[in-house]
């Protein structure tokens, strides 16, 4: 059997850790990779989103300092669990994904840490994009990925 590999983006990943609509999505996707049943994947630039996500959140009053805390060493550990298992897969930011992406700026709107994930979901050819924003979505469509949202292709996403 060949192994799957599913893309995360920053909002789907924060999802794991902020208890909302789609949490549970995620959550399956962790345990599967805890299991070994999957390999979950992500750039290095999701590492200092995903951390900024709880700082935001923080900052608008939407959780207590201390449960952003909680949240990042909660990412950090997981993170650092998994690389262990070999279950995630970090991808470098590499120039020729940066350079790849450019188009899409321009044919999507995309910002280009939005680009480089399309891009480095494309270049591990992982089974799917899983991402919580619509924009990113339709552009990861456009350019072929199955992507798939935690809130409304959960059942999808379980199928994996």
């Known amino acids: 059997m060949t192994e799957r590999i599913v893309y995360l983006d920053s909002s789907a ?61 909660a990412f950090l550990n997981e993170t650092l669990k998994l690389r262990g298992l070999g279950n995630l897969r970090i991808l470098a930011v590499r120039s020729d994904l940066l350079s790849r992406g450019v188009p899409l700026l321009f044919r ?9 994930q399309i891009e480095s979901c494309r270049d591990i050819r992982a089974d799917a994009f899983v991402c919580a924003d619509e924009k990113l979505l339709r552009a990861a469509k456009g350019q072929g990925l199955v992507s798939l949202d935690p809130v409304r292709d959960s059942s999808r996403i379980q199928d994996l």
């Open 13 to 73: 990943i924060a999802k794991r850790y902020l208890a909302e609509e789609g949490t549970e999505a995620v959550d399956g996707l962790y345990r599967r990779a805890e299991r070994r049943s999957l390999r979950i994947a992500f750039s290095m630039s999701n590492l200092g989103e995903v951390l900024g996500v709880a700082a935001k959140a923080q900052r608008l009053g939407r959780i207590p300092e201390s449960r952003a805390r909680t949240f990042v060493w």
């Open 108 to 116: 999507h709107g995309l910002s280009q840490a939005d680009a480089l």
